[in-house]
């Protein structure tokens, strides 16, 4: 290749590269122009310890999934979830809150390769996908991961296709492929019992993780921009503690 051929090619990246940083808003210019529409530090206490009491209007999947065997406590100031022996589904830990763009902000402590799934739902979208399941953002020891569940593994044609026993080899392939363009996964230092601080930002199509104050990544996907994500779940598989949640909208 040519000099002149190769700074043909290279000028305009260079100048897409510097578009983006400048239309890039930081976390912190969002949350200050933006609308604080939830938070908790989960200070406070249970009045039963034998029981899931959280307050602030959280629900757990306990009974339902894990014989009714407490999944979730309060413990010094912090919420710790830790999945049941008995369950025969991942802990999920709700909160209803309804939110298009926005930020979220949390603390997260994993303990084990699972980590967390930091999931999004809407119930009113059972129709296109399943269980109104939108988008995930997964924290595990060393990567970060951003899921389109609607338009992806969740949207209802593909779920039904993925249980069909008849599928060919070929078939199977051809929708893992599919898939795997609906999700985005990110190298990120997120280490096995130490503390770290997470940004998930929605802004249209695009979903943007930082950890610890550095960018780790952004994913563009149409499921991504749902307008309605009426819910959001901490979903664990193993234990994982959790604190200082603070969600800004940016409608």
């Given at each position: 290749m040519s000099p002149t051929s190769f700074y043909?090619?290279?000028?305009?990246?260079?100048?897409?590269?510097i578009a983006a940083t400048l239309h890039a808003d930081s976390p912190e210019s969002l949350i200050q122009r933006g609308k604080l529409v939830f938070s908790d530090d989960f200070n406070r206490a249970e009045q039963d310890?034998?029981?899931?009491?959280?307050?602030?209007?959280?629900?757990?999947?306990?009974?339902?999934?894990?014989?009714?065997?407490?999944?979730?406590?309060?413990?010094?100031?912090?919420?710790?979830?830790?999945?049941?022996?008995?369950?025969?589904?991942?802990?999920?830990?709700?909160?209803?809150?309804?939110?298009?763009?926005?930020?979220?902000?949390?603390?997260?402590?994993?303990?084990?390769?699972?980590?967390?799934?930091?999931?999004?739902?809407?119930?009113?979208?059972?129709?296109?996908?399943?269980?109104?399941h939108i988008s995930r953002v997964?924290?595990?020891?060393?990567?970060?991961?951003?899921?389109?569940?609607?338009?992806?593994?969740?949207?209802?044609?593909?779920?039904?296709?993925?249980?069909e026993k008849s599928l060919s080899t070929k078939e199977q392939a051809a929708i893992k492929a599919f898939v795997d363009t609906k999700q985005r996964t990110f190298d990120a230092p997120l280490e096995i019992g130490r503390w770290h601080e997470a940004i998930?930002?929605?802004?249209?199509?695009?979903?943007?993780?930082?950890?610890d104050g550095k960018r780790i990544g952004s994913f563009s996907s149409p499921g991504l921009d749902h307008k309605v994500k009426q819910n959001f779940a901490l979903g664990v598989t193993g234990k994982v503690i959790v604190d200082d949640i603070l969600v800004w909208s940016l409608d």
């Open positions: 043909r090619l290279l000028i305009p990246l260079l100048l897409a590269t310890d034998s029981k899931e009491q959280l307050g602030k209007q959280w629900v757990t999947n306990s009974a339902s999934r894990a014989q009714g065997v407490k999944q979730a406590d309060l413990e010094n100031g912090q919420l710790v979830i830790t999945m049941a022996k008995v369950a025969d589904h991942s802990t999920s830990i709700r909160h209803d809150i309804a939110l298009d763009d926005g930020v979220i902000r949390f603390k997260l402590q994993v303990f084990d390769k699972y980590g967390l799934k930091f999931n999004f739902n809407d119930p009113t979208a059972r129709d296109v996908s399943w269980a109104g997964v924290f595990k020891p060393g990567s970060i991961q951003i899921q389109d569940d609607k338009t992806g593994v969740f949207d209802l044609e593909i779920f039904a296709k993925r249980r998930i930002v929605f802004q249209g199509p695009e979903c943007a993780v930082y950890l």
